[in-house]
Structures are given as C-alpha cells and as structure tokens.
C-alpha cells in the first residue's frame, strides 16, 4: 500500500509563519492516515499522533476531520490547476500539451490516492465534504482548456463552427471523457491510453 505523500504539496514554504508550518504538517499527517485507514476510520487522534502533536493542539487549527478533508482537497485541486496551465503553457504541440496537462492535474497527481485500497472511499467522499471545491475546478479548469483549443483553432485556421462545435464544447467533451474514463479505469497507464484517444479526437477536430 502507497502511503507515501509528495513532501511539495504540502510542506510550508521557508518564509511561512510557524501556524502556516503546523497547518501544512497537520494537512502531510491527515493524508498520510487517510490513505493507511481509509476516511471513514480515521480519528483526530490518529491524525495528531501522526502529526506527533497534541490533540488539543490540532483542534485549534481544524475542528474535525471533515474540516482536514477540506483542506487537503483545496490545496489538491489548486495545485493540480497550476500543474495544468504550465502544461498548457509549455512548448511542445496541442496534443502533448493537453496531454501533459490532463495527466499531471487528473492521474499523476491523484497517483497516491489512486494507490491506497481505500482511494475509492476518500475520492467519494468529495460529494458531500467538498463538491462545491470540484465543481469551481472543474470550472476552471475547462476554461484553460477551452482557451487551449481556441487558440488551436486560431492557429490552424479552423472554424469550429462550421461543424456544429466550439472550444467549449470540446473542452467540456474532453473533460466529460475523461471523468467517465476515470470511473471506468482504475490502472493509470490504461487510464493515458484512453486519454490519448480523446485527444486524438479533439485534435482531429481542429484540423483544417
């Protein structure tokens, strides 16, 4: 079992405050027992031991678990929304780079998650503990893409609308297929290989 947590997300800058460096060892200990227990099972008491603080301590940062779950899912979904507009930002063709994109904001950066035999359980808990985060994401992030594919677009000299399309649409088609996929599709790399496709799929459309 994978219980290991990228020390990048959530380890507090040099220049933090001491708060700002207790709440990222808190948020590094609640990760850590989610992934070993599964979120239903864990306790504060666990998570503090983890964070080899006092259980009084922690309440004065997090009230509960759910507040911890939260915050873990904030600082994942920002992180993983900055991975993918320097992956659109970078050289290389549309196609790689939507691919870059998708992969380390959507299957690289869940790896752990995905890994742990409780991913299924912590991953469902986002509907009722923070579908508001994912919903502003998913957003978000489908603006980035749509404005990938405009530019695409621009560049090819295609108009999406003689087609009955439109980067939205794309965008949204692109982001649809890969949240089916993802459902579908527990293994990573067979989780890439259908990403490929839809790409390849968006590509085709964009072609003059």
Not at 98 to 115: E, G, K, L, P
Request: aromatic residues 6%.
């Amino acid at each position: 079992m994978s219980t290991h947590v990228r020390e990048a997300v959530f380890t507090a800058a040099p220049e933090a405050s001491a708060d700002d460096a207790k709440r990222a060892r808190i948020l590094q200990a609640g990760m850590k027992a989610f992934l070993a227990y599964g979120y239903s099972r864990v306790t504060m008491d666990q998570i503090a031991q983890t964070a080899e603080m006092s259980r009084p301590a922690l309440y004065l940062v997090f009230k509960n678990k759910a507040d911890i779950y939260r915050a873990l899912a904030a600082k994942l979904v920002g992180e993983s929304f900055h991975k993918a507009r320097i992956a659109l930002a970078a050289d290389g063709t549309f196609g790689d780079r939507i691919n870059a994109a998708v992969d380390t904001c959507m299957i690289s950066n869940y790896a752990d998650i995905a890994a742990s035999p409780h991913g299924a359980e912590i991953l469902d808990a986002k509907s009722t503990l923070a579908s508001d985060l994912l919903l502003n994401w998913k957003r978000d992030l489908g603006a980035i893409m749509q404005g990938a594919i405009e530019k695409e677009a621009l560049r090819t000299g295609v108009d999406l609308a003689d087609s009955d399309l439109s980067a939205e649409v794309l965008a949204q088609f692109l982001l649809d297929g890969i949240e089916g996929m993802k459902h579908r599709l527990t293994d990573p790399d067979h989780q890439r290989k259908a990403l490929r496709g839809l790409v390849k799929i968006v590509e085709r459309a964009l072609q003059p």
